[in-house]
């Protein structure tokens, strides 16, 4: 990243490893002055900060930004760890699991298309109902961590079907939301613009009322 000649975009390993640099960066600004920050910073550092570790604090980044209440709940173990969030909305509280959802992630993940996201979606949803259930109704949160182009319109698209298909099948998730990464190069070579987009899908099957917009 010093050499005169590194751009944030000049290659998928560059964009990348400036992705991970950025998220770490944005993780640390948007959470270091928080009361629990020793316990996320622990909770991050099991997975060595990488996208997944991050995605907790991600997604509550992103449901506060569209609008939810959102806590987390007192930290076990030693040091402390949380395990997901709680967001309250304005009827009901619920959970937000985090799946990490990596068979396609670059660069060791598998080739896709839309047939293989649907079906591995599908399998998550219904994967999901040990933690989120009638009992335990929630958010089941996607962290899909790096991917090539065109892969997050593919992916929404497959959470959307996945959902409209086996929904009915648990009727205490609320929805699905996939994480996504956000990159725009800007004029500087060395410089891009960071950020994330939650896409929460609701489960029309769903028994209670939604807390989170749909949005980025």
């Known amino acids: ?17 400036a992705t991970h640099v ?3 960066l944005h993780f640390l600004r948007t959470w270091s002055h928080h009361p629990l920050f020793p ?6 550092a099991e997975r060595g900060f990488p996208l997944h570790g991050l995605a907790l604090f991600v997604a509550a980044h992103c449901l506060t930004m569209q609008g939810n209440r ?11 760890r949380i395990e997901h969030l709680v967001a309250t909305g304005p009827t009901e509280t619920v959970t937000g699991h985090i ?8 660069p060791y ?25 009638l009992r335990n109704p929630g958010l089941l949160l996607l962290s899909p961590g790096v991917a090539m182009s065109e892969f997050d319109e593919a992916l929404i ?15 205490g998730l609320m ?27 609701l489960n029309r099957h769903y028994r209670g009322e939604s807390i989170a917009s749909v949005g980025s």
Do not use: K
Not at 175 to 201: C, E, I, S, T
């Open 1 to 17: 990243m010093r050499a005169e000649s590194w751009a944030c975009r000049e290659s998928a390993a560059t964009a990348a490893a």
């Open 39 to 44: 316990a996320m910073a622990a909770t991050a």
């Open 109 to 133: 993940g598998r080739p896709w298309d839309a047939d293989a996201l649907r079906t591995a979606v599908s399998d998550i949803v219904l994967a999901s109902q040990s933690r989120i259930n």
């Open 175 to 201: 929805a699905v939301a996939p994480m996504l990464l956000r990159m725009q190069p800007l004029p500087d070579p060395h410089a891009l613009r960071f950020g994330y987009g939650l896409f929460p899908v």
């Open 22 to 24: 950025a998220a770490f």
């Open 99 to 106: 799946e990490v959802f990596d068979r396609f992630e670059y």
């Open 157 to 171: 698209q497959a959470v959307q079907a996945a959902v409209q298909a086996v929904g009915r099948r648990n009727r």
């Open 70 to 80: 959102v806590g987390f709940p007192t930290p076990s173990g030693f040091p402390g």
